[in-house]
């Protein structure tokens, strides 16, 4: 079992910075693919980012590919995300998840495709 924590959301200006932890606990994220989604109040969530834990691969949305980042801290067992250059469109809960092996190609940005959640943690970007 993996238990996920998200944290460093808050409220922001537009133009600014802020990035989000996600650390896990309970075993490794080695051989794991972590994501980052988020939902907006009234929409349906959808696919930040994602990193394949064994070899580093990423993924983006492509609408925010150049002002997000996903990385990982392997000593810290902790995933990140570098948000950039804040929207106030970006205003979401921001949900940290899991996909245990075998990972499959191509279903990185499929919300059915990870096993564990993380309770979310609210980005506010104000105009």
């Known amino acids: 079992q993996v238990q996920l924590v998200e944290s460093g959301g808050g409220l922001v200006q537009a133009g600014d910075s802020l990035r989000l932890s996600c650390a896990a606990s309970?075993?490794?994220?080695?051989?794991?693919?972590v994501g980052w989604f988020r939902q907006a109040p009234g929409k349906e969530r959808e696919f930040v980012a994602a990193?394949?834990?064994?070899?580093?691969?990423?993924y983006y949305a492509n609408s925010l590919k150049g002002r997000f980042t996903i990385s990982r801290d392997n000593a810290k067992n902790t995933v990140y995300l570098q948000m950039n250059s804040l929207k106030p469109e970006d205003t979401a809960v921001y949900y940290c998840a899991a996909d245990r092996p075998p990972l499959i190609s191509g279903r990185q940005s499929y919300d059915y495709a990870y096993d564990y959640w993380g309770q979310g943690t609210q980005v506010t970007v104000s105009s």
């Open positions: 990193i394949d834990w064994y070899g580093g691969f990423t």
């Open positions: 309970g075993r490794t994220f080695i051989d794991y693919r």
